[in-house]
């Protein structure tokens, strides 16, 4: 059974660094043609891609968050993290973890974390 | 970026068929696959994965559930429709980073 599940601070102050955490069971991120993604969706708002870790240890990164996102894993203790820096109100959020896999080509996000909300607020 | 257009809202009748579009601002397909994927999402929830490459079937998804397309046009097809399938449908392409999602179309009972 495949299960995720997000972790955060809750609430941070704008230009901090928010750090969160993945923790995952059902799979793991040593074998072929594992990944996981992040993905976050503002309170009524759509969804946007932020990063993914494979793996390999590839790391892919959405542009428009420029050299904010840093993702990384832990396989040993099934976890992946994303940092993001420099946050402000826009970050504002509930941010999701999801499984992917790749097999010739990338599949969609087939198991999701249920989310943790993520308030920047003065 | 690959910008993926949904129409905002769409209103059917129980056991009515419901069709959901997706195009996308330019082709998500390679020579063998439709990289397009749509996904539900309840008030509350997370998204669940309905239909992977555009036409296949994700586990435990009942087989009411049926995607097509090819290119740039694809659709999420419901048939027949029930009153649990009241969310937001969102389509989703992994043909080229950064993957993108179209801005959801939220399924209504007329």
């Known amino acids: 059974q495949v299960t995720l599940k997000e972790s955060g601070p809750g609430i941070l102050q704008p230009s901090q660094t928010l750090s969160l955490t993945c923790t995952f069971s059902g799979f793991s991120l040593s074998t072929y043609g594992m990944g996981v993604g992040w993905i976050r969706q503002p309170s009524g708002k759509g969804l946007e891609w932020l990063a993914n870790i494979w793996w390999d240890d590839d790391k892919y990164y959405n542009p428009s968050l420029k050299n904010r996102l840093t993702i990384s894993k832990d396989t040993s203790n099934n976890q992946a993290f994303l940092k993001i820096t420099n946050v402000d109100t826009a970050d504002t959020a509930t941010y999701y973890c999801?499984?992917?896999?790749?097999?010739?080509?990338?599949?969609?996000?087939?198991?999701w974390g249920q989310g943790v909300m993520v308030t920047v607020s003065s | 970026d690959i910008v993926l257009t949904q129409s905002p809202a769409l209103a059917v009748s129980l056991g009515q068929r419901a069709t959901i579009s997706c195009r996308a601002s330019q082709s998500v397909s390679t020579s063998s696959y439709n990289l397009m994927h749509w996904y539900q999402q309840k008030p509350g929830e997370q998204p669940k994965l309905l239909i992977y490459d555009a036409s296949n079937l994700a586990s435990g998804i009942p087989v009411r559930f049926s995607g097509s397309g090819s290119g740039t046009d694809f659709t999420l097809t419901i048939n027949p429709v029930q009153a649990d399938d009241i969310a937001t449908y969102y389509c989703?392409?992994?043909?080229?980073?950064?993957?993108?999602f179209g801005s959801g179309t939220k399924l209504e009972i007329k």
């Open positions: 999801a499984r992917q896999g790749y097999v010739i080509t990338t599949t969609g996000f087939d198991y």
């Open positions: 989703q392409q992994s043909r080229e980073l950064p993957l993108t």
